[in-house]
């Protein structure tokens, strides 16, 4: 079993930046991909960012430029530095990777990011 622990959500006026962090816990082989989704109020979760074992990186066109991911491989952990925050990056933003041979997808709890205009 593998649990996603979130951090560095909050309050933030726009212009300003936050940092998000994910650790995986668990019976962790090997980590295919990491990354961030987000779901804003009456909106799908879409995919923020994510980065591949092999440092592959996609991020979604509303948030290039402005948002970073990265990874440290020996803790498991992804991080996403977040700048120029707009009113419309307010969501509910969630961890989540692929860890083989586990065919699952794991998530976190999700960690609230309000913008504030």
């Known amino acids: 079993q593998v649990q996603l622990v979130e951090s560095g959500g909050g309050l933030v006026q726009a212009g300003g930046s936050l940092r998000l962090s994910c650790a995986a816990f668990?019976?962790?082989?090997?980590?295919?991909?990491m990354g961030w989704y987000r779901q804003a109020p009456g909106k799908q979760r879409s995919l923020v960012a994510n980065i591949t074992n092999s440092g592959t990186i996609n991020y979604a066109d509303s948030v290039k430029g402005r948002f970073t991911i990265s990874r440290d491989n020996a803790k498991k952990t992804v991080y996403l530095q977040m700048n120029s925050l707009k009113p419309e990056d307010t969501a509910v933003y969630y961890c989540f990777g692929h860890f083989p041979p586990s065919p699952y997808d794991y998530w976190g709890r999700g960690t609230q990011v309000t913008v504030s205009s």
């Open positions: 668990g019976n962790i082989v090997s980590v295919r991909d």
